[in-house]
């Protein structure tokens, strides 16, 4: 039993960025020539050729005809029976929803469990992970036969560290055709759909701009639209600007509004009274621009920038049109 | 439709994190606990479920005496019965060694369907409703949002990355793990904890299971994270400010 | 001189078919007054017992029965003429109680009375000068009712008319009787006259508002007392005014004892800014009920008498059972309604159901975590309660989390320290159960209440000070029910008792003050606040003021509930104050403050400016 597993997943074609992280941790746990990187679909030939670009020791195709689309019971199927053919020591994920999808089930046929969401590893294979909503680190070590199943969060490893691998010669290509029946995939995936976009959902926004009364007047709001126009964020607003009618009603973020838990809350001339925190306070990071440096939303804020909107959103809205 | 909800009680969001002696666990004195919050969107859906289709839901949930409290909360919500796995080792389980507790006293029950949260939110490993599935035997689906009852089965609705959804048409019997979200939860009512005090609640030990404990995997040691979050105030002009503005939330909070 | 005026004219003699067919009248009359009546006693009667009823002490009730009945005085202070006009019409009843048992007495030759008789005679007399002013008034008030037409009275209804005249013929047919001869044919005549309408008048108060002649003396004598005193639920299967099976006697009594004088309504908040709710409906909602259905009934009360969303519309400001002549308790009621639909989960509402969760699992109202409020007593280095202190200084869920909340806590700090009193605040402190209590979630108010009350043991509290009048009034009344809480007094007491030690500031204002409803219906305190104000500046008072102040909006749990229907309160009340030219707004609550916050933030510029009172005084204290 030997070597690293590496499952990369792609998206559209191409491997995602969120697998190279994978791979750069596996990269923590062994030399590139004990990694094998695994590319697994009904058409995996384009996908194995951008993974053995990366250097690794090697790249197997796990193709089959019923492993397009994505199940869980074909992925279990299919990497079991990889799993028994390579014995590896350990197999790396990314913690994708995909990954939570599979993975556990995968680990548990194989009689193990998934060091899942992994943010660091420590040498002689410890694992940290958060617990508590972040709020702890825990180090877990995987003890006992078989191989370690561990799975990274997004963003935790530098996916850089395999770019520094390339220009070794590409890796071998070899394909795997697992045994599958149709009998074995017993649910039906549909297609992948977005919810008609209906209303305003600020709920389900995963960036939002939000403006207060420091915006002073209705035609000044176009800056506010500019920036979030060129960061893909919704619009919102406290409750005097809907108020006043220069936003819709259903743009409310407040206690009498909507309550929203966006990535991103940038607050633009927002004080930050009660009835509006408590409708943008789960917000994973939330950036307020204001002029005055007692405003309460700074309270809550990640990142601030006291200044004049009027300058401070114009130079922010170039800042992201220029970096794309 | 007969439903089992697999329910944990967790610390709650408010409580206090403070060490242990001897580093592998919070100390749970003064600790205030809660029903898991994606497990009561689990029952709220179970619930939902059986007001459309009938049927019975049967709240389950692993842990020391203190589980009790939860089992009620679940009672009071409209369960119509209870099993408690009583066991005191929880926190040194691994989530195979959850999820064989939980399927030993699924698997008599016979359910149509089992759901649980998608994950829990004092660990956080997200896997014991999947491991149970294939330790049950059963198909599953995660991240899921809704559930339809079909003639064939059911309809899930299922979440997926950046905005997308997908359908699922299932068999039954199935174990579904539910995302937070997808409904709205019912508040607990005076009328509920009066009559759950009169519902089934049955107890069982992990050894009557029959479930074994030893792990694949351990905690060795837990720290609480250096960085505390602060409020960072970016300095300089508009533009410098907005430079590193971006840049921050690109590389630091990523979320650009 | 008393010979000189005339004597009442009363027949002397009967025959014996005239004394049978009086007789016969008295029996017809009030056997058609005791059959709608007997079913509305029973009615009653069969009404489930209060559970927390005390006869005594007694002081209280006979009290309140001379003032508010025999005195008539808050009918005469809440509307002076028609008050009055009131007081007169019940004050000649009162004098006419005798005169017509002897009137009565007189068809069976048994008269007591004799109008030639000195004492008896000085009788009369009185009675005839409360006959006029009762004459006088009952057409002023017929008149009111018919053309002016105040829209609280309702629709016109022929009842009142018809008591109207009756009433008017009763006073005019005995003052007649002055003015004719004893034993002459028109002194007959209106002796049958005057009967006739008496007994015409019978029958006819069990089928109208005068219904209240007959209860209302008991409904102010039986009363609960206090103010929206909220009756402790009573064994497994109560859980509030679900159906007729859970309303009391008193409930009951209270719903028959309306008399439709729209007080009630006239002050109503909700009613005023074109809400649902009519605290009148309510209560003529459950008479209407009770009519229909048997207080033994199944039949849900929110339904076709009474709407949920109504209920809900409530700000719990108690203008109505404040304003009440005739002794009915209005919050006991609609928050009983909301018990009863929370308590079985009928009512569904997202914000209600959020705020529900958010204090079933977390610590506070506002959904925040517990966390924020440590660092904010740390970053401001606020003492820890240790027992050693003289004040506990509860922050509430306002102090502890809302930005301007938290600034009134700091600026009641820099007043406390100035002063020399020492004072911490609890490590932990969970909400008072104020919203759920006022929105009828007994579950949540019990586990707060209890959690809360263990916490003040522990920590050996015996002396809290809040900047939250909701927070004091919970605190001191509604925790009761589950235990002995430790004294408790709002910021403003406080701030009045070293007012001495305070000096004045030196920017004069012009300040018109608020009165919460909290502060001042519901604890009676109006002048300590103003005396603490009064240091900052010139007061001025808002048309409404003090017993009568307009609510903020924000009271009930309605702060938490959304967006309302119609105008918003808290506009209408801001306009008002502002309309006064005050150029500060002093606030002594929270909640006040941030509704208004919010309502002159849509007004823009020029309005003025908000502060708590603790926020005046602290302006005034040295750096």
Avoid at chain 3, 286 to 315: D, M, W
Avoid at chain 3, 435 to 447: A, M, S, Y
Avoid at chain 3, 475 to 486: L, N, Y
């Amino acid at each position: 039993m030997s070597g690293i597993l590496v499952i990369l997943e792609e998206r559209g074609g191409r491997i995602r960025s969120s697998s190279w992280e994978a791979l750069a941790a596996a990269l923590k746990l062994g030399p590139a020539q004990d990694i094998t990187a695994v590319v697994i679909g009904a058409q995996t030939a384009a996908l194995a050729a951008e993974a053995a670009a990366k250097g690794v020791g090697k790249v197997v195709r796990v193709e089959h005809p019923l492993l397009a689309p994505y199940t869980a019971d074909g992925y279990c199927a299919a990497l079991e029976q990889l799993l028994q053919n390579q014995g590896p020591t350990q197999v790396v994920f990314p913690h994708t929803y995909q990954v939570r999808d599979y993975a556990p089930a995968l680990a548990a046929r194989m009689g193990q469990s998934l060091i899942g969401d992994v943010v660091a590893i420590e040498d002689g294979a410890v694992f940290t992970r958060q617990l508590m909503q972040g709020r702890l680190n825990a180090n877990y070590r995987h003890s006992g036969n078989g191989p370690c199943f561990v799975s990274t969060q997004a963003g935790a490893f530098r996916a850089d560290a395999v770019d520094a691998l390339a220009g070794a010669s590409p890796a071998t290509i070899t394909t795997f055709t697992p045994n599958l029946d149709a009998s074995q995939i017993r649910t039906e995936p549909g297609e992948p759909f977005r919810e008609a976009a209906q209303t305003v959902d600020l709920g389900s926004a995963q960036r939002i701009v939000s403006v207060g009364r420091g915006i002073k007047e209705e035609q000044n709001l176009g800056l506010v639209k500019d920036l979030a126009a060129a960061l893909g964020a919704e619009l919102a607003a406290s409750r005097p600007i809907c108020d006043n009618g220069w936003l819709p009603m259903e743009r409310q973020v407040g206690s009498s509004g909507q309550t929203v838990a966006p990535k991103l809350y940038l607050a633009v001339g927002i004080s930050g009274a009660i009835q509006h925190l408590v409708g943008m306070k789960g917000s994973q990071c939330i950036v307020a621009i204001n002029k005055d440096p007692d405003a309460p939303i700074f309270e809550v804020a990640d990142y601030g920038i006291v200044g004049d909107l009027f300058e401070v959103v114009p130079a922010l809205t170039e800042t992201v049109k220029a970096a794309k | 439709m007969k439903i089992v909800v697999a329910i944990k009680q967790v610390p709650d969001r408010d409580a206090p994190v403070r060490i242990a002696p001897g580093g592998k666990w919070i100390d749970e004195t003064d600790l205030q606990w809660a029903m898991n919050e994606p497990d009561a969107y689990a029952l709220e859906e179970a619930l939902q479920l059986k007001e459309k289709n009938g049927g019975e839901v049967v709240a389950l949930s692993a842990g020391p005496e203190r589980t009790g409290q939860t089992i009620r909360e679940a009672l009071a919500k409209g369960a119509d019965r209870a099993i408690q796995v009583v066991c005191d080792d929880l926190g040194t389980r691994d989530a195979l060694g959850v999820a064989k507790l939980l399927a030993a006293a699924i698997k008599p029950e016979n359910p149509d369907l089992v759901l649980t949260g998608l994950q829990s939110e004092d660990i956080g490993l997200g896997q014991t409703g999947v491991i149970a599935a294939e330790l049950l035997g059963l198909p599953h689906a995660t991240l899921i949002l809704h559930v339809e009852k079909t003639d064939a089965g059911v309809t899930v609705k299922r979440e997926l990355e950046e905005g997308w959804f997908q359908s699922i048409e299932m068999p039954l019997p199935a174990v579904l793990t539910m995302q937070s979200g997808g409904t709205k939860l019912r508040y607990a009512t005076l009328m509920g904890i009066k009559r759950a005090k009169t519902k089934e609640l049955k107890s069982v030990t992990a050894a009557e299971l029959g479930a074994d404990a030893a792990p694949v995997v351990v905690l060795e040691q837990i720290a609480l994270p250096k960085k505390q979050k602060s409020t960072q105030i970016l300095p300089g002009s508009p533009k410098e400010a907005a430079a590193a503005l971006i840049e921050k939330l690109k590389t630091e909070a990523r979320v650009l | 001189m008393m010979a000189s005026l005339p004597t009442l004219a009363e027949p002397r003699h009967f025959a014996i078919w005239e004394s049978a067919l009086f007789a016969a009248l008295i029996v017809a009359s009030v056997w058609a007054f005791w059959r709608p009546f007997g079913t509305i006693l029973r009615k009653i009667l069969a009404s489930k017992s209060d559970a927390d009823f005390h006869l005594f002490p007694i002081g209280r009730r006979i009290r309140d029965f001379v003032w508010e009945v025999m005195l008539q005085a808050k009918v005469i202070r809440e509307r002076p003429l028609p008050g009055l006009a009131h007081a007169f019409v019940f004050w000649a009843f009162c004098a006419f109680a005798l005169v017509t048992l002897n009137h009565c007495a007189t068809a069976f030759g048994a008269a007591f009375l004799d109008p030639a008789e000195p004492v008896s005679r000085i009788y009369y007399y009185i009675a005839a000068v409360f006959a006029a002013a009762c004459a006088i008034g009952i057409f002023g008030l017929f008149v009111r009712r018919f053309f002016a037409r105040p829209k609280w009275l309702g629709e016109l209804s022929w009842g009142s008319g018809l008591v109207a005249l009756l009433i008017f013929l009763l006073m005019v047919t005995y003052l007649a009787a002055f003015f004719v001869q004893p034993d002459s044919l028109a002194a007959r005549a209106l002796w049958w006259a005057h009967t006739l309408t008496l007994l015409a008048f019978l029958p006819v108060i069990p089928h109208t508002k005068h219904l209240h002649l007959v209860l209302s003396p008991f409904t102010i004598f039986l009363s609960r007392g206090g103010f929206s005193r909220i009756p402790p639920l009573s064994g497994d299967e109560d859980f509030g005014l679900v159906a007729g099976k859970d309303l009391t006697r008193l409930a009951s009594l209270q719903a028959y004892s309306c008399v439709e004088c729209g007080r009630c309504t006239e002050h109503c908040p909700a009613n005023n800014t074109g809400k649902l709710l009519n605290p009148k409906q309510i209560v003529l909602g459950l008479r209407g009920y009770l009519n229909e259905y048997s207080p033994a009934s199944e039949e849900p009360l929110l339904g076709k008498y009474n709407a949920q969303e109504a209920a809900f519309q409530c700000t719990t400001c108690g203008a109505c059972e404040f304003q009440c002549p005739v002794g009915i308790e209005h919050l006991p009621i609609i928050i009983g309604l909301r018990r009863g639909a929370v308590n079985t989960g009928a009512w569904e509402d997202d914000y209600g159901a959020k705020l529900f969760l958010a204090l079933e699992r977390g610590s506070n109202a506002l959904g925040m975590s517990a966390t924020e409020r440590d660092k904010f007593v740390e970053k401001n280095t606020l003492p820890i309660f240790d027992g050693t202190q003289e004040y506990c200084l509860w922050l509430g869920c306002m102090g502890a989390y809302d930005p301007r909340g938290r600034e009134i806590v700091l600026a009641l700090v820099r007043v406390m320290r100035h002063l020399g009193a020492s004072f911490g605040v609890l490590r932990k402190e969970k909400c008072t159960g104020d919203p759920v209590r006022r929105l009828g979630n007994d579950l949540v108010f019990q586990q707060l209440a209890e959690a809360n009350l263990e916490s003040m043991a522990q920590n050996k509290v015996k002396k809290i000070v809040s900047i939250c009048p909701h927070c004091v009034r919970t605190i001191q009344e509604d925790w009761k029910e589950f235990g002995a809480p430790p004294a408790v007094e709002h910021h403003s007491e406080f701030l009045a008792r070293f007012a001495s030690q305070l000096q004045p500031v030196q920017d004069q204002k012009r300040i018109v003050f608020h009165d919460p409803c909290y502060l001042g219906r519901y604890r009676g305190v109006y002048d300590q606040p103003r005396q603490v104000a009064a240091l900052a500046g010139d007061l001025v008072e808002a048309p409404r003021s003090r017993e009568r102040s307009f609510c903020c909006g924000a009271g009930g749990g309605l702060s938490f509930l959304g967006e309302e229907k119609g105008d918003r309160v808290s506009h209408v009340r801001a306009a008002e104050l502002a309309a006064t030219g005050a150029n500060v707004v002093a606030a002594a609550c929270p909640f006040c403050n941030t509704m208004f916050q919010d309502a002159f933030a849509a007004r823009g510029e020029g309005a003025p400016e908000l502060m708590d009172i603790a926020q005046l005084v602290a302006r005034g204290l040295p750096e």
